[in-house]
């Protein structure tokens, strides 16, 4: 538990680190990008756990007392990413700044950071890979022996490690993007949604279903179609 906290703790520290940096640069006001920063912590942090607690209402629901235990772990990550997103819209409302260049500012922080709390349930095996044999050829090679939640171990697909290095690929390729407004933060919606919706696919752990897709999937085919949207719709502004 202490190495899921250590992680945890620097994914936060180091996305709100560089997020900070990265606006200090641009010229943006102190008072704004701390209020972003606490704000989007915040209420990405309570909609991870309020996320995690309505997948989890069979058991929450007669320990109502554990929910508001955060620091015991449990939390899901991609409804925290979406309401920490969508918290900071109300900030830049408050101080009347245009919200898409702040997502833009947003998506290099929010990747390398993302990577960084896989590697966390990497340590206590949250969001754990499906078992694999040797008969499934290339999710053989993509695997390695890891524990699930409750600490059964044996050769799983490496879902965390996969996803810690395609959001550390993400950061490098965000980085040196163009900062054409909008563009940034459609190929980040694009990187991230494509993670969700492939290694959606490849996880062990339960989660609901609809139609065949697990909610983490349909949430990340939402936001590939959001961020291929928003990327359209910044080089015809660019064309013009």
């Known amino acids: 538990m202490l190495a899921y906290r250590t992680w945890l703790n620097g994914a936060l520290?180091?996305?709100?680190?560089?997020?900070?940096?990265?606006?200090r640069r641009r010229g943006l006001p102190l008072a704004l990008l701390l209020d972003l920063v606490l704000g989007g912590i915040l209420a990405g942090l309570l909609g991870a756990r309020a996320g995690y607690v309505a997948l989890n209402w069979a058991y929450f629901r007669d320990h109502l007392g554990e929910a508001i235990r955060l620091w015991q772990g449990g939390l899901n990550g991609q409804i925290g990413l979406l309401v920490g997103l969508l918290a900071t819209g109300p900030v830049c409302a408050l101080h009347?700044?245009?919200?898409?260049p702040i997502l833009d500012l947003l998506a290099v922080?929010?990747?390398l950071g993302s990577g960084l709390a896989w590697l966390a349930c990497d340590g206590v095996g949250c969001a754990?890979?499906?078992p694999v044999y040797p008969t499934d050829g290339l999710l053989w090679r993509?695997?390695?022996?890891?524990p699930d939640?409750?600490?059964?171990?044996?050769?799983?697909v490496a879902v965390q490690r996969l996803a810690a290095g395609g959001n550390g690929l993400l950061a490098?390729?965000?980085?040196?993007?163009?900062?054409?407004?909008?563009?940034?933060?459609?190929?980040?919606?694009v990187g991230t949604g494509g993670l969700f919706l492939l290694l959606g696919g490849w996880r062990g752990d339960p989660m609901p279903a609809l139609g065949g897709w697990r909610l983490d999937q349909l949430l990340g085919l939402a936001m590939l179609l959001a961020g291929l949207a928003l990327g359209w719709g910044s080089l015809r502004r660019g064309s013009r």
Do not use: K, N
Request: hydrophobic share 50%; aromatic share 16%.
């Open 13 to 23: 520290v180091g996305g709100a680190l560089l997020f900070f940096l990265m606006g």
């Open 96 to 100: 009347r700044t245009r919200w898409l």
């Open 109 to 111: 922080p929010l990747a």
């Open 128 to 130: 754990w890979g499906r």
């Open 142 to 146: 993509l695997s390695a022996d890891l």
């Open 149 to 156: 939640l409750y600490g059964l171990q044996e050769p799983r």
């Open 172 to 189: 490098l390729l965000l980085w040196w993007t163009s900062e054409r407004p909008g563009r940034r933060f459609a190929l980040y919606l």
